[in-house]
């Protein structure tokens, strides 16, 4: 790549889930297209099990998983080396909040529809949502795979 350094990233959310490593596809390719920056980005929070209290595990602190799951999906996609237009952000936090707040001022933001939670509306998930509806640049979500192949067009005969 030979994009300008000053252009706008393309910042991804990533969470380890199918939904976000499809979502860094999408991002890959829009930074390719727009010659700049990718961004990717994965929030974490402390742990609020009594077990991981009484008997914490230094190598599975959420900060040192979250820069392994950022680790994993991106040598998934590029292999041992990582290009160097290609960044990673880990941030302590809310998810929607984080990635809004790391979103300011980029090209775009890519997101899974998604992530490991099932809690949210029946379309999107509420991190998904909450950035849709806060961010202050343009957002991309990616859809899942569809199981049963592409959606049909209804019939209006």
């Known amino acids: 790549m030979t994009g300008s350094r000053a252009a706008p990233p393309i910042v991804c959310a990533i969470d380890g889930s199918v939904g976000s490593r499809r979502a860094f596809r999408e991002a890959v390719k829009l930074a390719r297209a727009l010659d700049t920056r990718l961004v990717a980005v994965m929030a974490w929070q402390h742990s609020t099990s009594r ?43 809310h998810p929607g909040k984080v990635l809004v707040d790391a979103a300011d001022g980029a090209a775009m933001l890519v997101v899974g529809s998604r992530g490991h939670s099932g809690l949210a509306s029946p379309f999107l998930g509420s991190v998904s949502l909450y950035c849709a509806t806060q961010a202050r640049c343009p957002v991309l979500v990616v859809p899942p795979v569809h199981q049963h192949g592409p959606l049909e067009e209804p019939n209006t005969q």
Do not use: C, H, K, N
Not at 54 to 69: D, K, L, Q
């Open 51 to 93: 077990y991981d209290a009484y008997f914490p595990e230094p190598e599975g602190s959420p900060r040192v998983v979250a820069y392994a799951t950022l680790d994993e999906v991106i040598r998934g996609e590029f292999g041992q080396d990582s290009p160097d237009w290609v960044a990673v952000r880990v941030e302590m936090g």
